[in-house]
């Protein structure tokens, strides 16, 4: 069991890449021939400075995956099942792991994480609540509703860096490369 600081105790597998090429540390690792394209991340964040905030942390951090913003719920759907003004994505590579703030205009993160995980196309993406909500019944309803962590967001950006590469084995889930949406 992986503690994630601030979150909620989770056995989760590596699947951020560093720099070098090579996935980020996890408990136990088995070698690979070659490094695995970089599994993409959809961060789902309507604040820009939050959004900033984690993909420096990322980069501190040494994790080069390829990280897409979307900031509200309807723009994560439609990204995600190639929809709306993603139309032309249909049928791309889905996001391996997706990071979820709750609090969003319009549609919520709660009624988000939902959808993705009523869907047979989604529902194997790893998602992490990565969130200011400290309600108890936030934290039930989104582990209920299949998220594979709960992590409060830091108010500073240095206690945030140490929480990223404890997120770097943090994905449990993947089991072979994503399948295309569509």
């Given at each position: ?72 719920g309807e723009e994560a759907l439609d990204f995600v099942f190639g929809t709306g003004v993603y139309a032309r994505r249909k049928g791309a590579r889905l996001p ?7 609090k969003l205009p319009g549609m919520n993160g709660l009624e988000v994480l939902r959808r993705l995980k009523a869907d047979e196309r989604t529902k194997h993406i ?57």
């Open positions: 069991m992986a503690k994630l600081a601030d979150g909620l105790g989770v056995s989760l597998a590596a699947l951020f890449t560093l720099a070098n090429g090579l996935p980020a540390a996890s408990e136990s690792q088995v070698p690979i021939a070659s490094p695995p394209e970089p599994a993409e991340i959809l961060l789902l964040e309507d604040d820009p400075n939050d959004a900033e905030l984690t993909r420096r942390a990322f980069q501190r951090a040494d994790i080069v995956n390829p990280v897409r913003v979307v900031h509200d391996q792991v997706i990071l979820l703030d709750l790893p998602v992490a609540v990565l969130t200011g909500s400290t309600r108890d019944r936030d934290v039930v309803e989104s582990v209920r509703l299949g998220a594979g962590a709960y992590i409060l967001k830091p108010v500073d950006f240095s206690r945030f860096t140490k929480i990223v590469p404890q997120m770097s084995f943090a994905w449990a889930l993947l089991k072979s490369p994503t399948p295309m949406s569509g």
